[in-house]
């Protein structure tokens, strides 16, 4: 099967959690083209205004989509979904996949129901997510952190940069006092932090994210537009190495040890590109 054949897809975020979510679309969609897509120049979105968000989102990826032929958008970004995901549809042809944070298999899973979730602080406070809760998981108590390090952390997963576990204890104790068996992963960068995540909070039995929902729905898309959809999930052929990423765009500096950590999600990048894009 020739791999320019198939869909390529954009995967967007605003720095390295997005990777979470390529890497779920390559293990289910191994021969598909990805083109990665971070604005860590604006990095983080949770600290900005929704209208700022909004215009970097769609600006960046619009760019990217008038330079290279992908025919899906991946928004692998909580906070860039939830504000910019309605500009963007209106701004592009491309069909445009966003993220939601996975309450509703996490009410599927825990048996105790009682559920964490662990996100950022404005992904917290946001009425979309009561709905969330409201529409799944009416039934379970739910306890919520918000904290502003653990992206910085991930992104430091990059750079070497050990986690550092007493204090992320320290901030997961709360799902340890409330006995909750279930979390909740609603940003796209904790995926990256799951070690620690387990060893700071061995009580909790099952941790839920939304990556490999996401590669479903991509699957889903992919299928509809190839001439050959069953291909997309075909092995690769022994001896033959390809780059999954066609391309790894950052607006700002390329994160030191990008390609050694891209390389070991699986995720090995053609090229890598530095202060990419207008903003």
């Known amino acids: 099967?020739?791999?320019?054949?198939?869909?390529?897809?954009?995967?967007?975020?605003?720095?390295?959690?997005?990777?979470?979510?390529?890497?779920?679309?390559?293990?289910?969609?191994?021969?598909?083209?990805?083109?990665?897509?971070?604005?860590?120049?604006?990095?983080?979105?949770?600290?900005?205004?929704?209208?700022?968000?909004?215009?970097?989102?769609?600006?960046?990826?619009?760019?990217?989509?008038s330079k290279f032929d992908c025919q899906i958008v991946v928004l692998a970004c909580n906070t860039a979904s939830t504000v910019a995901l309605p500009a963007l549809r209106q701004s592009v042809s491309e069909a445009v996949v966003g993220v939601v944070p996975a309450i509703k298999p996490a009410a599927a899973i825990s048996v105790n129901r009682r559920i964490g979730i662990l996100a950022t602080p404005a992904t917290v406070?946001?009425?979309?997510?009561?709905?969330?809760?409201?529409?799944?998981?009416?039934?379970?108590?739910?306890?919520?952190?918000?904290?502003?390090?653990?992206?910085?952390?991930?992104?430091?997963?990059?750079?070497?940069?050990?986690?550092?576990?007493?204090?992320?204890?320290?901030?997961?104790?709360?799902?340890?006092?409330?006995?909750?068996?279930?979390?909740?992963?609603?940003?796209?960068?904790?995926?990256?932090?799951?070690?620690?995540?387990?060893?700071?909070?061995?009580?909790?039995?099952?941790?839920?994210?939304?990556?490999?929902?996401?590669?479903?729905?991509v699957e889903q898309l992919l299928a509809s537009k190839s001439a050959q959809p069953q291909a997309l999930t075909s092995r690769?052929?022994?001896?033959i190495s390809l780059k999954p990423l066609q391309q790894a765009l950052f607006s700002a500096s390329a994160p030191p040890g990008i390609e050694r950590f891209m390389t070991g999600l699986g995720l090995a990048p053609a090229a890598i590109v530095s202060f990419w894009g207008h903003i």
Not at 45 to 65: F, I, Q, W
Not at 195 to 211: E, H, M, Y
Not at 236 to 239: F, Y
């Open 1 to 65: 099967m020739n791999k320019a054949s198939l869909p390529s897809v954009l995967v967007f975020d605003s720095g390295v959690g997005g990777l979470s979510v390529a890497a779920s679309i390559r293990r289910l969609c191994p021969q598909v083209p990805l083109v990665y897509l971070a604005d860590n120049a604006g990095f983080p979105y949770g600290d900005k205004p929704e209208a700022e968000v909004t215009r970097r989102t769609c600006n960046l990826v619009t760019s990217a989509l």
């Open 125 to 217: 406070a946001r009425p979309y997510l009561d709905q969330l809760i409201a529409d799944y998981a009416a039934d379970c108590q739910v306890c919520r952190i918000g904290h502003r390090s653990l992206v910085h952390w991930a992104e430091g997963l990059a750079r070497d940069e050990p986690v550092p576990q007493s204090r992320l204890v320290e901030i997961l104790a709360p799902f340890e006092l409330a006995g909750v068996d279930t979390v909740v992963l609603g940003c796209t960068h904790y995926p990256l932090l799951l070690p620690a995540l387990k060893q700071a909070a061995p009580g909790v039995r099952f941790w839920v994210d939304s990556g490999d929902a996401i590669a479903r729905r």
């Open 236 to 239: 690769l052929q022994p001896g």
